[in-house]
């Protein structure tokens, strides 16, 4: 697989999006409109840069292409467009001073990305830095990049409340259910239901850890994916995919790599460019069982304001128990084998989103009924399984 490159690897990072600064007394506002037409542009993100290519706020676009970005101090910005299934766009340099109020509309010409278009790469020198080929892998990354920062960015926001199930199940060895599922229905507010551990302690420690005495299997969030060290740590390829109308992007560890990792594949719709699902599977475990069946799936969905969540994740981890006693041909005791008798899946699915604000002054957060007013609901998912 190839190796998203070092320095492409901070490009990537640095355009993450973050938060805007409410403490900030330069303001950028303006209306996003599609070059040719002037239609609106809804669920775009104005990203507010230094001449260094750090995002320092961001903004989502609005029904009516609206949107404002509030710089953290005066100076030289750039705004940058990230749209997903479009190339991005950059503006010219504005300074912005003390107290500066601007409005930049934003006229900007359609250009699509195509990814059904792009060729599979071979598996040649995998992790080497990105060449002519490695063009063709880091346009679906970029793509893949988009949803998972506009991820990032919903789950940092307010506006939210999240309606979610946690499940699990017992599967058998073969990964075939073998029990009934169990619910638990939680809620959030302002923050997304699915978070990993910090990324520093995944690619330090490993993906697999053992805390207080038991074994903690993990799988990677949003800002995992985006971070620096891992796109430095893994090797991107293209794959085929099986599904129809879809783009792999297939990932693995560096050769070199000593902890527990995660190899595995996004899957992106070749005609929109929209990041559809995650799977992954454990590397460097080294059990005497079948590892095939362990890993995990996330799956991403669109809200109707642009905006991206993750609506499903699963974890399956191994059940392993000690079998009976063995001896050799020669009557001396062995250690007994250890056998793999099952799966434990778990995972979660958000099941609707509601925009706090209206929810706000009607009842207290902290309890809200499970049927809040109609016309706060932002869209509602059918219970899986």
Known sequence: MRRVSRAAGVLLVACALVLARPASAQTVRGTMVEADTDLP??????????????AVATSLSGPAGTWLVRA??????????????????????????????????????????????????????????????????????????????????????????????????????????????DYEEVRYFGRHPFRSVPTRDLLLGGFVQYVAGTVQYYG???????????????????????APGEVGLAFEPASDARVIDISGTMYLDAENSELRSLDFTYENLELPVDTRQLGGTVEFARLPSGAWI?????????????????????????????ILSGIDEGGGQVTAVFLTSRLAGWASTDTLPVRPPADSLIVRFPLRH
Do not use: N
Request: net charge negative; charged share 25%.
């Open 220 to 242: 990677p969030d949003a800002d995992v994916m985006l971070s620096d060290d891992f796109l430095r740590r893994h090797c991107f390829r293209l794959v085929e995919a099986e």
């Open 41 to 54: 542009i809804v669920g775009a993100f104005v990203i507010l840069q230094d001449l260094a290519g750090r």
């Open 310 to 338: 993750v609506q499903h994740w699963a974890i399956r981890v191994p059940v392993i128990i000690q079998g009976p006693p063995r001896r050799s041909s020669g009557g001396r005791d062995l250690p007994p084998r250890r």
């Open 72 to 181: 953290p101090a005066a100076g030289r910005y750039v705004l940058r467009v990230d749209r997903i299934g479009y190339a991005s766009f950059v503006s010219d340099p504005l300074d912005l001073g003390p107290a500066d109020h601007l409005t930049y509309p934003l006229a900007i010409a359609v250009a699509p990305i195509d990814l059904a278009e792009l060729a599979v790469e071979g598996d040649d020198d995998p992790c080497e830095g990105l060449g002519d080929q490695g063009l063709a892998t880091y346009t679906v990354w970029e793509e893949a990049r988009k949803a998972l920062a506009a991820i990032v960015w919903t789950g940092q926001q307010p506006y939210y409340r999240f309606d979610a199930v946690h499940f699990q199940r017992s599967l058998d060895p073969d990964g075939a259910p073998r029990s009934g599922v």
